[in-house]
């Protein structure tokens, strides 16, 4: 018996799988497999394949990715391979379940000391035994599989009051195949016409504001021209991409009539990244593209504010957006446009009739959750920045260029070439996604924040720009939500306890936000340490609440007119109101008062006599304790605070500084021994205004607090 005679072929590409009880990895040395493929067919290709892999080098080019790194000794002695039939999830480039289906292949895991490689194999076609799924047994708790001659495949879906029965497998919906290692554009384009003929999800759903001053590349006439808002009747691609450090032609003043002359681009190319995108738009018929860096006159604050601000109407209007994944910077082009760009060749195997072909993306199919990036596309040097985030989520449709192939990712479904196309369909196992966004979801806004966060930016001040479109996004798509520096007003007071995780690293966020005031005017306003946004140093962003029982004050912010605006609770889970909770906690004069309004007349002087300073502001009543001699906790740590350094009138020295402590969540936690637990900020006072002294929030217990002395009900006005 060969040891792949145990391994279920017939399984793959079927729905029978996700039935299957038994599930386990089946492992064997390269150097046993390597003696099992003299006399076995498939272990001979296997071991071909597997060898092709560990040679293989995908951090080189051309030539030297086929550069030995291992020796053949080495991987004859220390590789070892392991096998598994296994359904894995293939998932468009969204935060929620949109084009999402499984999918059966083998899963292959080598390991040759600490080099590691994943291969998939796809079945890749319809031929083979058909297996029949037997539901398990009560009495023994095991299923069993027979299988048929080939035949025809169930259509319909599974009867689960019928489990008794056999039930005949069913094709999955995505076959594997040949990808060429030149792009072939008639492939894409019936994909674009696949999306436009069956997915009124992916047209225009959301208005897109008309952007007064639209500059678009011509393809044909290879130059820059100005498209006013009543002709943007033109068809347009969008262009998203890494600029990197290195320089390359930009718009600016002193050259925007030059480019504006036909051929210009001809004569003064832009970067390779940027041709490529060309090439591609002339591939697929579409004369117009938007390329930020020629469309964008970058030496012009008002063009740059006015255009940036607009970027997500920019994107939604586009009918493709083109996505240079692979690239680290302008210069580095996008693979399969150009000969000799992609190396990676697959190979076929079959076993009991069943015919296979690997993928040229082991992480194409994985098993993340719906609220994180695809794995295909978050290890990629585009994933990687902030000001890439927006354009991809605002794009209706996109075309992501990694570094061996091309994925189709729009709000219908996914596909890649080496793939058979997927999308929903009328008995397929896909899950169609019917787009019922029009109401406010926290965990989305969470995913999404926690997702840009882990994303790098070349100045830490573009943060809000880079976060603009994702806002403007959602406000369109709820009808009108709006935020404050990334915090949804639908969830304001949850929001407030995003946070970053412990750093020692984490400091405030230097630098300004630009912002238009309704006047015409720009003013500079400076990041809030109330916003995840206001600090930085690395890491990324988590909740660390619960959505139940909750207690939160009344806030209020500033809108871009330097307006009073009082956010509301929401209706999220029904939040109480905070002042309630603390109402019988006794401050230090007996004071039990508290306020929910605010109006101008509780303004601070600095507040009053600058006025820039409003759009960083937020304001609420909350219980203030000015001492705190006991330990406090951060996450799981724990810091002793003595009496004695937070004496009252005590004159300190070095860098110790009083810190107040102010409530501003709580929870009930029922199966704690907290039972209510308050989320408190250290803050400290300048210039009569308060900051938050730490990035993290301080925990403590409703019945610790109510023995706390020097506490107060106090207005909090924080930048």
């Keep these: 018996m060969h040891w792949c005679d145990s391994i279920e072929f017939e399984l793959v590409g079927t729905d029978c799988y996700e039935y299957r009880a038994n599930n386990s990895w089946k492992s064997i040395s ?34 030297d990715r086929h550069t030995p790194r291992l020796t053949d000794e080495e991987i004859r002695r220390n590789a070892n391979v392991s096998i598994l039939v296994e359904a894995k999830k293939a998932r468009n480039w969204s935060f929620s379940k949109r084009g999402e289906s499984y999918r059966t292949v083998i899963d292959l895991s080598v390991t040759c000391g600490s080099h590691h490689v994943d291969i998939l194999l796809q079945r890749a076609g319809s031929g083979g035994r058909v297996p029949v799924a037997q539901w398990y047994q009560a009495k023994d708790g095991e299923d069993t599989i027979s299988y048929i001659a080939p035949g025809s495949w169930r259509t319909e879906g599974i009867d689960l009051l019928a489990l008794s029965y056999p039930i005949v497998g069913r094709l999955q919906g995505g076959f594997g195949r040949w990808r060429p290692l030149q792009i072939d554009f008639p492939t894409l384009e019936r994909w674009i016409n696949t999306c436009d003929d069956g997915h009124e999800l992916c047209k225009n759903q959301y208005k897109a504001d008309r952007v007064q001053r639209l500059r ?31 320089p390359f032609l930009r ?3 002193d050259n925007l009539k030059h480019l504006m002359t036909p051929g210009s681009l001809d004569k003064t190319p832009p970067p390779l990244t940027v041709r490529d995108a060309l090439q591609i738009c002339h591939g697929l018929q579409i004369q117009f593209i938007w390329v930020d860096s020629l469309c964008i006159i970058q030496d012009d604050k008002s063009d740059m504010i006015e255009i940036v601000d607009s970027m997500d109407s920019i994107y939604r209007q586009s009918v493709i957006t083109i996505v240079a994944a692979s690239g680290t910077n302008a210069h580095a082009g996008i693979p399969g446009v150009r000969p000799g760009t992609r190396h990676l060749e697959q190979h076929t195997l079959q076993a009991r009739g069943v015919q296979f072909v690997d993928s040229v993306d082991s992480k194409q199919l994985s098993s993340e959750f719906s609220s994180e ?11 990687q920045r902030a000001w890439t985030f927006q354009e991809g989520l605002v794009s209706r449709r996109l075309l992501f260029f990694t570094a061996e192939q091309v994925y189709w990712s729009c709000r219908g479904g996914l596909l890649s070439e080496d793939t058979v196309e997927h999308f929903p369909s009328e008995g397929s196992d896909a899950k169609p996604y019917k787009d019922s966004d029009s109401m406010f979801k926290l965990l989305e806004c969470q995913s999404l924040a926690i997702t840009f966060s882990k994303r790098n930016l070349t100045y830490e001040s573009d943060i809000q720009r880079a976060y603009l479109g994702v806002q403007n996004h959602l406000d369109k798509k709820w009808g009108g939500h709006k935020f404050s520096w990334g915090l949804p007003h639908g969830s304001f007071w949850a929001s407030l306890m995003l946070e970053w995780e412990f750093d020692k690293g984490r400091k405030r966020r230097s630098g300004t936000h630009p912002i238009e005031i309704i006047d015409g005017t720009v003013t500079r306003a400076s990041f809030p340490s109330w916003s995840w946004m206001g600090w930085t140093g690395g890491g990324e962003i988590y909740s660390q609440v619960g959505l139940m029982n909750i207690y939160c004050p009344s806030c209020y912010t500033f809108d871009s007119a330097a307006e009073l605006v009082a956010i509301q609770y929401g209706e999220y889970n029904g939040p109480k109101p905070l002042a309630e909770l603390l109402a019988n906690s006794e401050t230090a004069n007996g004071d039990k008062k508290w306020r929910k ?4 007349a509780d303004f601070t002087p600095a507040l009053v006599s600058t006025p820039a300073m409003k759009h960083s502001a937020l304001l609420f009543y909350t ?26 009138g005590q004159q300190h020295t070095g860098t110790r500084k009083e810190v107040t402590l102010a409530v501003v969540f709580a929870e009930e936690k029922p199966f704690s021994w907290e039972k209510i637990r308050l989320y408190c900020w250290p803050i400290i006072k300048r210039d009569g205004v308060w900051k938050r002294a730490s990035y993290m929030s301080t925990m403590v217990s409703l019945d610790m607090w109510k023995v706390l002395p020097r506490k107060s009900w106090e207005l909090i006005c924080m930048i």
Excluded at 225 to 233: E, G, K, L, P
Aim: proline share 3%; aromatic share 12%; charged share 30%.
């Design 251 to 253: 718009l600016s003043r």
């Design 623 to 648: 219980q203030t304790a000015k001492t705190y001699p006991f330990s406090v906790m951060i996450r799981s740590k724990f810091y002793e605070i003595l009496e004695e350094h937070q004496r009252e």
């Design 373 to 383: 990036e695809p794995d295909w596309i978050s290890g990629t040097p585009w994933a």
């Design 597 to 600: 309004d605010i109006t101008e």
């Design 216 to 246: 678009l590349v011509d393809v044909n006439k290879m130059c820059i021209i100005n498209v006013s808002s009543r002709d943007h009747y033109h068809q347009f691609a969008t262009l998203s991409y890494v600029w990197g450090r290195e």
């Design 30 to 63: 390269l150097e046993d497999l390597r003696l099992e493929s003299q006399r076995c067919e498939f272990c001979s290709a296997l071991f071909g394949l597997i060898d092709y892999r560990l040679r293989y080098d995908t951090t080189k080019t051309g030539n």
